[in-house]
C-alpha cells in the first residue's frame, strides 16, 4: 500500500472565511499514485474546518449568516467563559465544531470520486493567521 503525506499552510486575511481546496487536494492525490484508495484532509487547528459541500457564493454567505447567528462574535468574556482566558475566539471553536474537522474522499481511478456538485473546502473561523492542514493519501 502507498501512502503520501502533504501540509498545507493558510493565512486567510477574514476572520471568517470558506476557500475552495479541491485542486489543491486533486493535485496531491495526482502526485501520490494512489489509483484506488482515500484521502483525509484534516484541519489541525481548532478554530479552523474542512468540510464538503456545493461551490455557490450565495451557499457560503448562507453559511456566514447561520453560524453567526449560533455562535456571535462576541471578544467579551462576558458571553463566553473561554474568553475569560484573554483568547477572543470561543465563537470559532464553536464554528469549528459544526462544520466539522475533516473529510475523507475515495479515489476511485485516480481521482476523487464525487457526488454532483461536491467541492473541498477549507472554514477559517479566526483568521489573520497561518494555520495547517494534513493532506494523506492512502491506497494502491
Given at each position: 500500500?502507498k501512502s ?74 462576558q458571553r ?22 475533516e473529510v ?37
Open positions: 500500500m503520501h503525506t502533504e501540509y498545507l499552510t493558510f493565512n486567510l486575511p477574514a476572520r471568517m472565511a470558506f476557500q475552495n481546496i479541491t485542486p489543491t487536494i486533486e493535485e496531491i492525490v495526482r502526485k501520490s499514485g494512489v489509483r484506488e484508495g482515500l484521502v483525509l484532509v484534516n484541519a489541525m487547528h481548532i478554530t479552523a474546518s474542512v468540510f464538503i459541500n456545493d461551490d455557490e457564493p450565495g451557499l457560503h454567505e448562507d453559511y456566514k449568516t447561520w453560524l453567526e447567528g449560533l455562535a456571535p462574535f462576541d471578544a467579551s468574556p463566553y467563559a473561554h474568553n475569560r482566558t484573554g483568547e477572543d475566539n470561543a465563537d470559532a471553536h464553536m464554528k469549528r465544531q459544526v462544520m466539522g474537522r475523507v474522499v475515495a479515489i476511485t481511478n485516480g481521482q476523487l470520486d464525487f457526488g454532483p456538485w461536491e467541492q473541498i473546502f477549507y472554514g477559517e473561523f479566526d483568521g489573520r493567521r497561518p494555520k495547517r492542514v494534513l493532506v494523506k493519501v492512502i491506497g494502491e
